[in-house]
């Protein structure tokens, strides 16, 4: 990324989520003006760390409707099988999962990783623990998005809450068609997202590999 796009990204209109902070901030601010002038530094500093964390850029599919692309960005911390999330009734056959976890200076945008129909939305409460271990899948708060795609196939995609994050955002309701790159949702101050794919998919990330939501191919479907 050249320093055009780098500034281009930065500069990026932020999230709908992010304005209640930016103007909070910025409301402190004029009111350290009138009263204590180390609140309005911290209104504008709080003000400006907002507008860069709840940035949304545009993103650039890839040409190919046979794959996914990656839901979120961040940092692939682990591909393995496992079990899709129980609230979603899926049972006890384990799928590949590719696990990415969103630090506080990524951005915090979900996408949905190809074109699909939301067949369920659950939401499940649990604890706020470093969303980068394993053990985050199941024991923190999440929330579960089951795709049909266009072959009758399924993935799910999970929003997961972490340290810092106490807040999901779906956007999204049952029954909705998406097409790939489609915002969906949003995590609040660092997360992680899994995403869990049909049996046969072919990785095409490594761990420790950096994702762009919406434009990183992470795997191709099964062949017909």
Not at 55 to 68: N, Q, S
């Amino acid at each position: 990324m050249n320093l055009a796009e780098t500034v281009q990204s930065v500069m990026s209109p932020p999230h709908k989520a992010g304005y209640p902070f930016i103007l909070g901030g910025i409301a402190a601010a004029l009111l350290g003006l009138l009263f204590w002038h180390p609140l309005a530094w911290a209104g504008v500093i709080f003000a400006l760390f907002c507008l860069y964390f709840f940035r949304d850029p545009e993103r650039v599919l890839p040409p190919r409707a046979d794959v996914f692309v990656a839901p979120a960005d961040g940092r692939v911390v682990s591909i393995e099988e496992a079990i899709p999330p129980a609230e979603l009734g899926l049972g006890e056959t384990k799928l590949l999962r590719v696990a990415t976890f969103l630090s506080v200076l990524d951005v915090h945008v979900n996408r949905s990783p190809i074109a699909a129909t939301v067949e369920k939305i659950a939401y499940h409460p649990g604890l706020f623990l470093n969303a980068a271990a394993d053990k985050a899948s199941d024991d923190n708060e999440r929330n579960s998005l089951l795709l049909r795609l266009a072959n009758g196939k399924q993935a799910v995609v999970v929003q997961i809450a972490g340290l810092i994050a106490r807040r999901i955002l779906c956007e999204v309701h049952e029954g909705q068609n998406l097409t790939a790159g489609q915002r969906f949702g949003i995590i609040r101050f660092g997360s992680r997202t899994d995403l869990y794919l049909p049996e046969g998919s072919k990785v095409l990330v490594a761990v420790g590999q950096r994702m762009l939501g919406g434009e990183t191919v992470i795997a191709e479907l099964p062949a017909a």
